[in-house]
């Protein structure tokens, strides 16, 4: 009796994994269908980061550097070419990202059946906000900022946020919010009252030197590793970044209405900060800090970023992700 039910939990087990697997892989091609005819200019946009020369973008990439590296080394092997590396790349970081948002997910609900409904929802986001291009740094930023989001909301430690700064200062600049939540985390505070307390000085300052280094590596990186003779520096640029807060507007208030292409990825983000503040009343002291990193996130794509390249937002999922698991546990609806 108990071997049939060992087997039967092993059976499951199994079914569960594959079943992780295949929503990562049928992802993966759906991903590689809509981004197909761009492959080239994934490519050489990965491979200009090595060369120093950032395809189309001067030096504002130069620092994304981890991605790009793993690609590279997986070409030095000489049995796929550069471009089939990078195909290669998005299938494993897909699995990868898949397989991490699985057991996250699992600590919190226990229970398969509703962690692969979660899994292909997350997913289903996932391709609505694909357009073109997809770039290694993006998964990457996905897998950290998995861990990240689910840290706040579990109340890891410091240290745990510094190790995953640590390999995220290499991957992209969006390291930074790792510095700005750990500086945050630094005090509690009450809007209603507008009322800081439980001040502490040391995390206060381990987030503040977090930030400093990222500004520091972000600037070295784009100086000393970019060969390219195209610099651009105008009045539309702070720190090495375009100001895109004009076009963005235009595009949210009036283009993205005559544009039905455009409009899925930015009603259903505006949605869930609707649903997020609809629920705010189910907030932890945790949510409502994870709550503001995201905002802090949004603001700055509003910014710096082009609201209209799709794959920008990715870095928010996780948190939309834990944010609405979290809610549907304190309603006791999972």
């Known amino acids: 009796m108990n071997l049939s039910k060992k087997s039967f939990f092993n059976t499951n087990r199994l079914f ?73 790349f998005l299938m494993v970081f897909l699995m990868i990202n898949a397989f991490t948002m699985a057991f996250l997910i699992n600590k919190t609900v226990n229970n398969d059946f509703k962690v692969l409904i979660f899994l292909i929802i997350y997913f289903f986001i996932f391709l609505i906000f694909q357009k073109r291009t997809i770039l290694p740094f993006d998964l990457i930023d996905m897998l950290v900022f998995s861990l990240v989001a689910y840290g706040i909301i579990e109340n890891k430690k410091t240290i745990y946020f510094f190790l995953i700064f640590l390999i995220a200062l290499i991957n992209r600049e969006s390291a930074i919010f790792i510095g700005v939540f750990v500086l945050i985390d630094s005090f509690d505070f009450s809007l209603k009252k507008l009322k800081i307390y439980n001040f502490k000085i040391n995390k206060f300052f381990i987030g503040l030197m977090m930030i400093v280094a990222s500004l520091i590596f972000v600037k070295l990186t784009r100086t000393y590793l970019y060969n390219d003779t195209i610099i651009c520096e105008d009045d539309f640029m702070l720190y090495g970044n375009y100001i895109y807060l004009l076009k963005n507007f235009y595009d949210i208030f009036y283009f993205n209405f005559f544009s039905p292409h455009q409009q899925l990825h930015m009603w259903f983000i505006f949605g869930i900060f609707l649903y997020f503040y609809k ?49 549907n546990k304190r309603k006791k609806i999972i």
């Open 279 to 327: 629920e705010s009343k189910f907030f932890s002291g945790r949510m409502k800090k994870c709550f503001l990193i995201l905002i802090i996130i949004f603001l700055n794509i509003l910014i710096f970023g082009i609201f209209n390249e799709k794959r920008v937002h990715l870095i928010m999922l996780p948190f939309f992700m834990f944010m609405f698991v979290e809610i």
């Open 16 to 88: 569960y994994l594959i079943s992780i697997f295949l929503i990562s892989l049928f992802t993966y091609q759906i991903l590689i269908e809509i981004v197909f005819r761009n492959f080239e200019i994934i490519s050489e946009s990965t491979y200009s980061i090595i060369e120093g020369k950032c395809y189309g973008v001067n030096e504002t990439w130069q620092n994304r550097l981890l991605g790009p590296y793993i690609v590279y080394f997986i070409s030095l092997f000489e049995i796929i070419s550069f471009s089939q590396s990078i195909k290669l």
